[in-house]
């Protein structure tokens, strides 16, 4: 399983079939990669900005919930 998949797999818990377009768009605007190029160093800047991002849609509690989780792989 790639870190990618992975960060996805943890994101639809959260955010159902709306994570894959959200983590895509999070990887491009906050790290300015791809999914695909992610790596286990992206992980906690990556969290970081889906935890901001994710408030905007979910509970705070869920987005910290995720990106700790994020950040762990």
Do not use: N, W
Not at 26 to 41: G, H, I, N
């Amino acid at each position: 399983m790639t870190i990618y998949e992975s960060v996805l797999a943890i994101a639809k818990t959260y955010m159902g079939p709306a994570a894959d377009s959200f983590v895509t768009r999070q990887c491009q605007v906050a790290l300015q990669t791809t999914p695909t190029q992610l790596t286990s160093a992206d992980c906690k800047p990556l969290a970081h900005a889906i935890e901001v991002a994710a408030c905007r849609f979910i509970e705070r509690t869920q987005a910290e919930a995720m990106a700790g989780k994020i950040a762990k792989l």
